[in-house]
């Protein structure tokens, strides 16, 4: 027990009355302590009670929780206070930062009058001073024009200025502790990168200390000094950040850091996957709780939980087996895979509370990786041409008048061929999703052109009988989208889900092939009776996998697949779908913010801006030597979970938001020359006149770079970029 | 927000003209005048009823077209035509008017300031047995008729005068007849007066409102920036009033305004109960008097009321919620 330590929390247990009269523990044990300026990070999946302990050391847990141990701020005991006490430390002692700052602020406040609020709650100033301090508060978390902006409303904030205002919020009082629960959670990569700045600002400004809460291992690697990482309630491992990421001493952190698609990893790697799912509070047995999806468990694991042991200076580790000197990252048989190997015990010793389906790794196919490579140059399944997607933009209610047009997707050209991955990243309103919309509609677009497997859409939706004609192209594309169980009729036993694209589409029996697939997708055959919501979240996305390949598509649209998921079972849905690319000869279109996720699937990718692509080519090209700016600034704000990386690298912050699609009638000027340059670091840069008059004359056309088949938009592609924006520095 | 609030005249304005001139369409092609005269005994000859039809505007031999045109000429001077007693419809629709509109003013926005109070504490307290005592007696409310509800409440004065040993809160009519005694007597009387009639429309107006705040109350009860405001260090109370009460009052604005076409149909039984000569009880009478003039001014005052009631639901609304002002 250190005496300088500003919140120190000891063997600290929550649990809150679930169904039957039997407890539900969230937290089984939790204890850390943080110093003044400090950054100790708590990683876990949901339900692994991160959240749930930081909610319980400042008190706004529900009543109905039951909370035990110590949470001492600056030697005073917390648990125990009544609302009043407690309300003078929260936002003067320990301020809290949350996650999807659009819901966190109320939205009929200005945000300046917001931040003067939380001031004046604790202080006895006039509300002008209070407003004063409000708009310096803006100026320091790096809001243009504070002083105008402070009189805005939330919802004419972008997220990622919402989430500076939070920030402010936060530091208003000069706090000895911040709480920062998930604050980047919602945000693009880029905007992620201005955030963790301006947290790393407000720490300066107050030498506050900052428990970060996250799932994030990239975002840990390069903001925090220690991490706990908890599974299932406790803590099951703590260390410094270097340590933790060099050598993990608990089988669930190593499986985690393994199971990271990485940047710097090269496309196709099999990922480990941790198999099984983080299992439900009501549900915990008597044994260490990851044993199920341990590949090391012994007997004694799943009879008796392991108690945190402190292992070395500032270390502790909860791990029967952490003495025996096992290489955890190698898996205990080499790099065949541990999920693999594993996929026969873990169902068995999951499934016997509640009897709720476990997640059963895909089987791994030996022979599969000896299916030939899928032949490239072959016909395309999927060719775009000069796609437009104009909305207008309309003001008034009696009488619309236009007054302008959201361009949200503005020339895309794309190319799949047979068997191949195409990535599509950028930004929020980059028009991702717009662009895979069109072209799942299957209606002929608003400009350009689309064929889907060799069918033109214009044709094919001109003359008599286009629904009948469209009815095996509609077979031949499929989708699968982020959230499974929004995607899954809660209604429908997973069997009648997987048999409606097949009675739909004239096929009699569909029994036989509604086993094949569940089969197909690593799931049991006799789960064609149980209702989505019986299934865990990566199974569930199994069946919505199950659901696209029904009609043996050739075309496979995966619209951000894995972004709702745990990170433990990402790996083992992006391994399933390479499995099932290899076996099948699928397409994908894989849509994603996430680069790293992309960095592991694409065989080609295609970054969008402002609905253009500014960069096009053979993946491993442009992510080993990416071209366009705006590239190079997205690659560069991705975290790498790797904290001697990444503190050592340089990156480029962009200035401001992703900018808004939106250009208003008469304003000729937001269409001239090229559109990123408000954004680019390259513009900036420019020190000849005649080359920035390019850029602002001339909109760059997508021209080929190299020789591997690549193209980018911009006029200064041999350019070096020496504008790197320090890190500390935001706009 | 001044330009907010023209516009939105503008528009109510045209509904008013609209539904004004459909409510007269509707009444002049659907009530008879000729069959209320022709129905008097001894029946006058046909001629005289034709000019008496005539001279009030209501002969349905003349084409409707032409009625309209005379009529609407007539209104748009300030002119709502003649009852079918050969009375000025404006000047009795003056007398009337006053009568309506304090019952009908007081009984809403008393209703619903009660009605959110409850369903303020309903919510906050949910599942304990003050929610369940706000929910039952809502409920009982709201599953009673006006009319049952306003005979039951005249016998619960009685009880109450009875106790009280004088007239502590009369029930008949809007004033007492011949009182004598200075202005500020005659408030006390008329104030008196009023309490129980605006309290059966005020019941169920209470009731309905809270069931609605307590949803939306509940809503936001779990809201993200309730818990944001909590972090600060604002203590629960005012938490819940500042960035509770406050947004969940939003949909209560609109509620509002379509509650009045509700309220305007008990009010008629309220007037007949307790002996209110009013609105209400004037378009009653006038639909068994096939009186077309006076049905559509009553048409108009429902237009113009409800649109008031509108407007200041707008202005409530933009009030409350700053961002429906731009």
Known sequence: MSDDAVLEVTDLHVSFPGEKGRPLAAVRGLSYQVRRGETLAIVGESGSGKSVSSMAAIGLLPTNAKVTGSVRFRGRELLGLNDKEMSRIRGAGIAMVFQDPLSALTPVYRVGEAIAAAI???????????MRRAVELLELVGIPDPARRALAFPHEFSGGMRQRVMIAMAIANDPDVIIADEPTTALDVTVQAQILEVLATAKQATGAAIVLITHDLGVVAGFADRAAVMYAGRPVETAAVEELFAAPKMPYTAGLLSSLPRLDAGRGVRLRSIPGAPPSLAELGAGCPFAPRCAFAVDLCRTTEPELLEIGQGRAAACHRTGEGLDLMAGPSGDSGLADQDSDTAPEAASDAEGAPTEPEAPAKPEAAAVAEPIVGAEPVLTVRDLIKHHPLTKGSIIRRRIGTVRAVDGVSLDIAAGTTLALVGESGSGKTTTVMEILRLRTPQGGSISVLGQDLEALNQGRGVRRRAQPVRAGIAAVFQDPLASLDPRLPVGDLLAEPLRTHGHGKTAGRVRELLEMVGLEASHANRFPREFSGGQRQRVAIARALALEPRLVVLDEPVSALDVSVRAGILNLLADLQRELGLAYLFVSHDLAVVRHVADRVAVLNLGRIVEYGDADSVFEDPRHPYTRALLSAVPVPDPVVERQRERIVLPGDPPSPVVLDGDAEALRGCRFRSRCPLYAALEKPEARELCESTDPALTPVGDADRSAACHHLDAWVPALVQSGTVA | ???????????????????????????????????????????????????????????????????????????????????????????????????????????????????????????????????????????????????????????????????????????????????????????????????????????????????????????????????????????RGPALVKHGLRTALIPMATLFAYQMGMLLTGVTFTEKIFGWHGMGEWFVDSIGRQDVNAVAAMVLFTAVLILIAGLLSDIAHALLDPRVRD
């Open chain 1, 120 to 130: 004046r709650v604790h202080r006895e100033v006039t509300s002008d001073a209070a």
């Open chain 2, 1 to 235: 927000m001044g330009a907010f609030l023209l516009r939105r005249i503008v528009n109510y304005l045209v509904l008013i003209t609209l539904a004004t001139c459909l409510g007269y369409l509707l009444a002049a092609s659907s009530l008879s005048p000729r069959e209320y005269f022709a129905q008097r005994q001894p029946p006058p000859p046909v001629a005289s009823v034709n000019a008496t039809l005539n001279q009030l505007n209501l002969n349905d031999k003349t084409p409707l077209e032409d009625r309209f045109a005379h009529w609407a000429k007539g209104v748009v001077t300030g002119d709502l035509g003649k009852t079918i007693d050969d009375t000025s419809v404006s000047a009795e629709m003056g007398r009337r008017m006053g009568v309506t509109l304090r019952l009908v003013l007081f009984g809403t926005i008393s209703g619903a300031l009660v009605g959110v109070a409850l369903g303020f504490i309903s919510a906050i307290r949910q599942y304990r047995p003050s929610d369940h005592t706000i929910t039952f007696l809502s409920f009982l409310v709201l599953s009673t008729p006006v009319f049952l509800l306003a005979v039951l409440l005249k016998i619960g004065t009685v009880k109450i005068n009875q106790a009280a040993g004088t007239t502590l809160l009369p029930y008949t009519g809007e004033t007492t007849a011949g009182l004598a005694g200075g202005w500020f007597r005659h408030l006390v009387d008329r104030g008196q007066h009023l309490v129980v009639p605006t309290l059966s429309l005020m019941l169920g107006q209470a009731a309905l409102f809270s069931r609605y705040q307590r949803s939306a109350m509940l809503d936001v009860l779990g809201a993200d920036y309730i818990r944001t405001a909590r972090a600060t260090g604002m203590r």
